[in-house]
């Protein structure tokens, strides 16, 4: 396991969360996966990708798309 992985699973994962957060509660928590998009976004970018700092921190080896 990667760190590219783990960002990949976790973003889809919120996203997934959100959408079902707004079909059973508000239409409101769409924000959330847009929030995540725009993350993913700007990191293809930047490079730059807060989870994946944490992430390298916490030992996971990086991949190719956010190298230590």
């Known amino acids: 396991m990667n760190i590219d ?3 990949m699973r976790f973003a889809g994962s919120v996203v997934i969360l959100s959408l079902a957060l707004t079909y059973f509660f508000s239409p409101w928590w769409l924000l ?3 929030f995540v998009g725009l993350n993913l976004l700007q990191a293809s970018f930047t490079g730059f990708c807060p989870l994946a700092r944490i992430l390298a921190k ?3 080896q990086p991949g190719c ?3 230590k």
Do not use: D
Request: no cysteine; glycine share 8%.
């Open 65 to 67: 798309a956010f190298p």
């Open 5 to 7: 992985r783990m960002v």
């Open 32 to 34: 959330l996966a847009l």
């Open 58 to 60: 916490v030992g996971l």
